[in-house]
DNA sequence: CAGTGAGCGAGCTTCCGCTTGACTT
């Protein structure tokens, strides 16, 4: 008999359908042995010497892996192809053989021995078919040490991060805080974003555009818009009103004629196929989903057998999948619309580990209009996310999509009668367009918001006629808060994080309260700059955004054998423990500023009322607590009237779940509730309107 | 995950990365 030993119980059920009755399977469901939960687990003082564990909710699996190994003469480590995965092997191995004293005690005696011939081999595939399978079991090999290595020098360090730093904010800052390598830093990037629009200074720019007709035919003319671009040969950067009303002035007083017409084509390759992160970013962009949403929503398509696995780095396509795709578009869209060639991805991020395929559908023919979730609880949520999924992965095989691209750029000249201006002046305004003349991968991914350039035909030097000049004051934007999409694409770039951990890492800073969401941006809280400047400004070097790549350099040395974990570790700890030691001793206890509301204590009378921040959201208090116990709800103003019954104010609520909503004061006299704060309507329909007529940007770009 | 309305609350906690289930703050 042999046994084959994988993390994952739904890959398990996969690779038994390929293999016949002399091969059973068995899932890990992760890790089955970890550092302890509850103490360091970490022997500083003798060459940190790791105290690994069963981990207590995988004891049922334990004892079924060492209940199938009795009955194996083989058994194949088949854990995922990765660091973790070589360390899960290792594991499973010792579990097996029995060399842990906790294993023993319970459970060992009760077991039959192993077969005395007994094989235990590490295998590797990277992808689902049973040809990898196969090959995979020709080549087997016995654990990598160095890879285990590794693993445990990345899971010692995070540990000693923290689990040093964690104290050591219970003790300075508030309890119940938490520090490590990869949620301070994602604190951080939300902190430095929002000091940068604090900082930001907004400046004032115009933008002038000019509504021009030309003679299409006796009879007819064609008007179009364009913007101003240059003058006198310079880039045209006009700061306020007076210098836009010297502009306007000319442009009113110009010539007007095509300068010159440039056309040319442009292709554009289809997206790589969905790795945990875009597909995240996707559904984030597209349906405002959560991480956590998307994953759980992946989760129940992986375990339908309908997608590939959903944590994933890699846009690595088995090459099973890219035949019958290809087979699969010729016959659906016809020849025109499939490459010569198979079209590969290379995997954008460095540290990316390659255990998995990227995002797909297993099955090709199971186009939308046939998908049918048999159960679970998203059916409808899994259908959409199904078809992104479906859809990105047949474009990511298909041709270019080629456009027709056309420059329009005219030349307006003063005109001799304008006596007042030094010399004459020369503007230069352009209008561009793009026109698809061949959908490509497009097909299947259309452009959301098409709309034909509509340029007119035009030659070089043709004179034009100015019906209006237009002007509009801008304004420059501060760069945009963080999103989870937007915090995702950059925690990749940056090789923090890794996709198992994406979503959990956004809910733990939340749960911290470090940050917090408001319509979907996320903004630091008090605590969370607080804390955030106490650990960068004590531990710089940890939370740098290059720390992570430079560990995983390391890691690698120590991966190939060029390097002790245990070297690595002490070059790592000793400048770290000596700063913890001095933070220790000379750092104060910094204070949570309390936003105060100006308001004595009704209670006490001596005290003043502060917002607080509890477990379930804010309140006011007294802010001589605990000597006065006064409290009282805390009602969050927008500073807008209710817009149903006018009387009330709208205030921030949130709900049982914690979702926040607007409400009226009045309640429940007023029953009005939204989910989005209400708008004030007017201000925008102006610019809106210019925008449409703009020719430089005739649609958005589309990702999806 | 879907979720629209009480009143609780501020002192024994924590990491990252694998994997699923599970009614909760």
């Known amino acids: 008999m042999n046994l084959i030993i994988v993390e994952s119980p739904t890959k398990a059920r996969t690779l038994s359908r390929f293999l016949g009755k002399d091969y059973s399977l068995e899932a890990t469901y992760g890790h089955i042995k970890d550092l302890p939960k509850s103490t360091l687990g970490v022997d500083v003082e003798h060459n940190f010497k790791p105290e690994h564990v069963v981990v207590e909710k995988r004891e049922k699996e334990i004892k079924r892996l060492r209940e199938q190994a009795t009955k ?63 090959e995979a079991i020709e080549h087997p090999r016995s654990v990598d040490k160095n890879l285990v290595n590794a693993q445990i020098a990345r899971r010692v360090l995070d540990r000693l991060v923290g689990y040093k730093l964690s104290p050591l904010l219970w003790k300075k800052v508030r309890r119940g805080l938490s520090a490590g390598r990869v949620q301070t830093v994602t604190v951080r990037l939300i902190v430095e974003r929002e000091r940068e629009i604090a900082a930001f200074k907004q400046e004032e720019y115009w933008e002038i555009y000019c509504n021009l007709k030309t003679q299409i035919s006796k009879l007819k003319t064609e008007e179009f818009i364009v913007k101003l671009i240059k003058f006198d040969d310079k880039r045209a950067e006009i700061k306020n009103k007076k210098e836009a ?25 289809p997206y790589p196929p969905f790795t945990t992160s875009t597909m995240a970013q996707a559904a984030a962009r597209l349906y405002h989903w959560s991480s956590k949403k998307t994953m759980s929503v ?20 088995a090459q099973t999948a890219v035949d019958k795709v290809r087979k699969f578009i010729e016959k659906e869209y016809g020849g025109q619309y499939l490459p010569d060639k198979a079209r590969f991805y290379k995997v954008r991020s460095k540290v990316a580990q390659e255990a998995h395929e990227a995002i797909r559908p297993t099955n090709i023919g199971m186009t939308n209009d046939k998908f049918q979730m048999t159960n679970g609880r998203f059916v409808s949520d899994a259908k959409v996310l199904y078809g992104l999924i479906w859809k990105k992965f047949v474009a990511c095989q298909m041709v270019d999509s080629i456009f027709d691209e056309t420059v329009i750029n005219v030349q307006a000249k003063t005109t001799p009668e304008v006596k007042d201006l030094p010399t ?41 006629d100015l019906v209006k000049v237009l ?38 800073i939340q749960v911290r309260q470090y940050v917090e969401k408001d319509e979907g941006k996320f903004k630091p809280t008090p605590v969370g700059l607080t804390v955030n400047d106490f650990l960068i400004g004590n531990f710089e070097s940890i939370f740098d ?55 004595k204590c009704p209670k006490c009378k001596d005290g003043e009322l502060v917002v607080r921040v509890g477990r379930f959201g804010k309140f006011v208090s007294c802010s001589r607590f605990p000597d006065c116990d006064y409290k009282e709800k805390y009602l969050e103003k927008i500073g807008m009237k209710c817009p149903d019954c006018k009387k009330g104010d709208v205030i921030v609520k949130t709900t049982k779940r914690r979702r926040k909503f607007y409400g009226c004061s009045s309640y ?22 210019i925008k449409k007529k703009t020719l430089s940007k005739l649609y958005a770009p589309c990702n999806d």
């Not at 005395?116 to 040809?131: A, G, M, P």
């Not at 306007?248 to 084509?265: C, G, H, M, P, R």
């Not at 790592?572 to 105060?596: D, G, H, N, W």
């Not at 429940?668 to 309107?689: M, V």
């Open 72 to 134: 194996a003469d083989k058994i194949y480590l088949a854990t995922d192809p990765d660091r973790e995965g070589e360390a899960i092997a290792k594991h499973v191995e010792e579990v097996i053989r029995g060399q842990e004293p906790e294993v023993n005690k319970k459970t060992k005696s009760k077991l039959k021995p192993l077969s005395s011939n007994l094989l235990i081999r590490r295998i590797v595939f990277h992808e689902i078919t049973k040809e990898a399978l196969e």
């Open 245 to 269: 009303g010297i502009v306007v002035f000319d442009l009113e007083k110009s010539d007007y004629k095509i300068a010159d017409v440039i056309k040319k084509e442009i292709r554009k390759n």
């Open 298 to 317: 992946a989760q129940s398509l992986y375990e339908q057998g309908l997608i590939t696995y959903h944590r994933t780095d890699s846009t690595y396509l």
């Open 424 to 464: 004459s002046r020369v503007y230069v305004l352009r209008a561009s367009g793009q026109v698809m003349k061949f959908d490509g991968w497009r097909k299947v991914i259309p452009l959301s918001k098409y709309e034909e350039p509509g340029l007119p035909m035009v030659g070089k030097d043709e004179a034009l």
């Open 471 to 508: 002007s509009e004051q801008k304004f420059t934007e501060p760069p945009p808060r963080y999103n989870e999409a937007s915090l995702i694409k950059t925690l990749e770039k940056l090789g923090i994080g890794r996709p198992s951990t994406y979503a959990p890492t956004i809910s733990t």
């Open 545 to 599: 955004y290059q720390f992570t790549a430079q560990m995983e350099d390391d890691l690698d040395n120590v991966a190939k054998g060029n390097r002790k974990w245990q070297e690595m570790m002490g070059e790592f700890y000793s400048p770290f423990e000596k700063k913890l030691e001095s933070v220790e001793k000379k750092a104060k206890r910094v204070e949570i500023p309390v936003e105060k509301l100006g308001k």
């Open 668 to 689: 429940p006299t007023c029953k009005w509730a939204s989910w989005n704060k209400p708008e004030i309507k007017g201000a925008t329909e102006k610019d809106k309107e």
